[in-house]
């Protein structure tokens, strides 16, 4: 049964730092690996995808990683911004006939002014 | 469009009561998810339908729950009897197979802003 961890659970920084969010999973058979934002009351929203055969994926101030062999996902953030206060979520698929994610508990991230 | 629209937006209920949860998908989209949210567990997918056939429900906790899909603009989770550990954030999330064929590793889902359900 595929197992997604995200360390830390709660993150707080200062405005202008740059981090590192972490994703971990058991089954390395995967096909990609998202990372979605939930902001308190809403659903999600997916960030960046990056399928199995790639090894990173940059939007704007975001990078994510993956290292299928290791079962290692990482998700950089430059320049943060207290908008970018949110629980961030990676989740892992199988796809083919069965698309299931399978998510990881979360990483709060808190940017103070 | 105006996302996946989900309702009622908050519930509380006592113990042994129905519940029904609605969720209206994006238009065009042919996969239709139900979650559900807990801080204990995190996000668990509970049922997923595509063209709104159920096609994975090994999700579902118990026969306490069902979710139907009617038609493709409408779905719908009910719990009955509810219980307290019911309590969770239930969400809604839709998603399309863009050309056709089996649903690519590229084809992104689209979350609804959940309803809070409160089990009294």
């Known amino acids: 049964k595929q197992e997604v961890t995200q360390i830390p659970a709660a993150l707080s920084v200062p405005e202008g730092e740059n981090l590192v969010l972490n994703c971990s999973f058991t089954d390395s058979a995967i096909y990609n690996l998202q990372w979605f934002r939930q902001d308190p009351g809403k659903g999600l929203t997916s960030l960046l995808l990056?399928?199995?055969?790639?090894r990173e994926q940059t939007s704007g101030r975001l990078n994510a990683s993956l290292d299928k062999s290791s079962g290692r996902s990482t998700l950089y953030i430059a320049a943060s911004q207290p908008g970018d206060s949110a629980t961030y979520l990676c989740?892992?698929?199988?796809?083919?006939?069965?698309?299931?994610?399978?998510f990881g508990k979360g990483t709060l991230l808190t940017v103070n002014p | 469009d105006a996302g996946v629209i989900q309702s009622p937006r908050h519930e509380v209920t006592e113990m042994g009561q129905e519940v029904t949860l609605r969720c209206k998908p994006i238009s065009g989209h042919d996969y239709l998810f139900w979650y559900r949210q807990t801080m204990m567990r995190g996000l668990e997918l509970l049922i997923y339908f595509n063209n709104n056939v159920p096609i994975d429900d090994s999700g579902m906790p118990e026969d306490r729950f069902s979710a139907k899909m009617p038609n493709a603009s409408f779905s719908t989770l009910k719990i009955q009897p509810s219980e307290p550990r019911d309590s969770a954030v239930y969400f809604c999330a839709s998603s399309s197979r863009l050309g056709g064929g089996f649903i690519r590793s590229t084809d992104t889902q689209y979350f609804g802003p959940g309803t809070r359900l409160t089990v009294l």
């Open positions: 990056i399928q199995s055969s790639q």
């Open positions: 989740a892992v698929i199988r796809g083919g006939s069965n698309y299931k994610l399978t």
